[in-house]
Structures are given as structure tokens and as C-alpha cells.
């Protein structure tokens, strides 16, 4: 089992940022790959970023180079820098032990609002 905690999220206005942080705890020793996906209202969850152990990364077009994902290995905690945000940024943000780069996991925090104003 693995317990996942966002948070971070809020009320922003356009060009601004926040940091979510996602503490993880559990059997977290299996976990290679952590992944942000994000849900809009009406749309599929989309993965927005992820990173495995030795700190490789993907990003989805939409948000590169305004968002950096980072993991504090020894924290057991994983980021999601948002800056220059849009509101079309605006969903729940959630962390996800994924199964490898293509599949995400069973395990879902309970996510976290972000909503940028334009």
C-alpha cells in the first residue's frame, strides 16, 4: 500500500505560481516513476509530468518549460513548480505512483485545486 498526500494548490492569477508537493509513505521502496496528471472539468486525466528515481523527466507539450518537476528522494516527497500559469491550467492536480512511463498506478492522492484567473 501507498498513501499519497497532495497539496499546494490555490487561487492564482494568470503569469503566476505555485508548488505542489506530494509526501509519499508506504511501501514507496517498489516506486520507480511519480507522475502529476491533472483533470480539467469535462476532460480525461492527462499526465502533465513525471520522474523516476535517478531524475529523468517528461512533460507534456502544454506545459514545458513553465513547469519543473523535482523528488526529494529522501523525503519521500515529489514537486510540481508551476510558473507563467494559464487558465487553462486550471484542474485538480493529482500524484500518482506509476507503474512505468506509459501506465499510471493504483495509487492516487486525493488531489489538489488549482485555478488560475485571467
Known amino acids: 500500500q501507498v498513501q499519497l498526500v497532495e497539496s499546494g494548490g490555490g487561487l492564482v492569477q494568470a503569469g503566476g505560481f505555485l508548488r505542489l508537493s506530494c509526501a509519499a509513505s508506504?511501501?514507496?521502496?517498489?516506486?520507480?516513476?511519480m507522475g502529476w496528471y491533472r483533470q480539467a472539468p469535462g476532460k480525461q486525466r492527462e499526465l502533465v509530468a513525471a520522474?523516476?528515481?535517478?531524475?529523468?523527466?517528461y512533460y507534456a507539450d502544454s506545459v514545458k518549460g513553465r513547469f519543473t518537476i523535482s523528488r526529494d528522494n529522501a523525503k519521500n516527497t515529489v514537486y510540481l513548480q508551476m510558473n507563467s500559469l494559464k487558465p487553462e491550467d486550471t484542474a485538480v492536480y493529482y500524484c500518482?505512483?506509476?507503474?512505468?512511463?506509459?501506465?499510471?498506478?493504483?495509487?492516487w492522492g486525493q488531489g489538489t485545486q488549482v485555478t488560475v484567473s485571467s
Open positions: 520522474i523516476s528515481n535517478g531524475g529523468r523527466t
Open positions: 508506504g511501501s514507496i521502496f517498489s516506486i520507480n516513476v
Open positions: 500518482n505512483a506509476m507503474i512505468n512511463w506509459a501506465r499510471s498506478g493504483d495509487y
